[in-house]
């Protein structure tokens, strides 16, 4: 039972380039989200789904695209990479809300 | 609005002291869930416990108990004998069952480091 993986787990962009994080739950988990984790800040929301086909933005969406076409696959798409989005990012996937979330093991991503 | 407020940003402790890790939230939601995840030096966010608005009674696990008290929105955290493998940074976490407007998903508080020395 993998839980959730995510993948790469460490990655270096460009300014400018555009790039894809995957993020795959086997749990048929139904809520799936997308955090990032910078120094002194904790963990914030970038975007969350409730099921297949319906996404949402949370506390800090911009410069990042989501879809959800299955009920195990998340990815989250850099549009076109800022130093600012250098983070550590974590997809989580819940049965239901209120539940406790299993987390990925995170990817570092580096824009330079 | 929800908030999640961990005074404590670094914390150090010599092992075998036992040490508390406080965390305060805010909600106008009567029905919430509130979390503790632990991050090890390796990175990966490790679940420690959940608990509902509804029950108020302190959870014991080996040598983690926590302490919920709705009258002071705290939800503490003490490691009793702290171990070197006790080094981490500890996060507390809300999530409203209602309210909230991102369906629940968790609100973060920044963290609180912990280093227990041998």
């Known amino acids: 039972n993998a839980g959730v993986t995510q993948t790469p787990k460490f990655q270096v962009l460009k300014t400018g380039q555009s790039m894809t994080l995957q993020c795959a739950q086997d749990?048929?988990?139904?809520?799936m989200s997308w955090y990032r984790q910078d120094p002194g800040m904790g963990l914030r929301l970038i975007h969350y789904?409730?099921?297949?086909?319906?996404?949402d933005q949370g506390e800090v969406p911009n410069g990042y695209n989501v879809s959800r076409s299955t009920t195990e696959d998340f990815p989250l798409r850099l549009l076109s990479a800022a130093p600012s989005q250098t983070s550590v990012y974590f997809c989580?996937?819940?049965?239901?809300?209120?539940?406790?979330?299993?987390f990925g093991s995170g990817t570092r991503l580096t824009v330079v | 609005a929800q908030k999640v407020t961990q005074a404590q940003t670094e914390i150090s402790v010599v092992e075998k002291e036992d040490v508390t890790l406080d965390c305060v939230y805010e909600?106008?939601?009567?029905?919430?869930?509130l979390f503790w995840y632990k991050q090890p030096p390796s990175g990966e966010l490790v679940f420690l416990i959940r608990?509902?608005?509804?029950?108020?009674q302190n959870e014991i696990s080996g040598r983690y108990s926590w302490n919920f008290q709705k009258s002071t929105s705290s939800f503490n955290f003490t490691i009793t004998a702290s171990q070197v493998v006790d080094s981490a940074v500890y996060f507390c976490?809300?999530?409203?069952?209602?309210?909230?407007?991102?369906?629940?998903?968790?609100?973060f508080g920044k963290g609180t480091k912990l280093s227990v020395k041998p």
């Open positions: 989580a996937s819940r049965r239901s809300r209120g539940g406790a979330y299993t």
């Open positions: 749990m048929n988990h139904e809520y």
């Open positions: 789904s409730v099921g297949a086909g319906i996404t």
């Open positions: 909600t106008r939601d009567t029905t919430y869930y």
């Open positions: 608990r509902n608005s509804f029950d108020e």
């Open positions: 976490a809300l999530s409203e069952a209602v309210g909230g407007g991102s369906q629940g998903n968790l609100i």
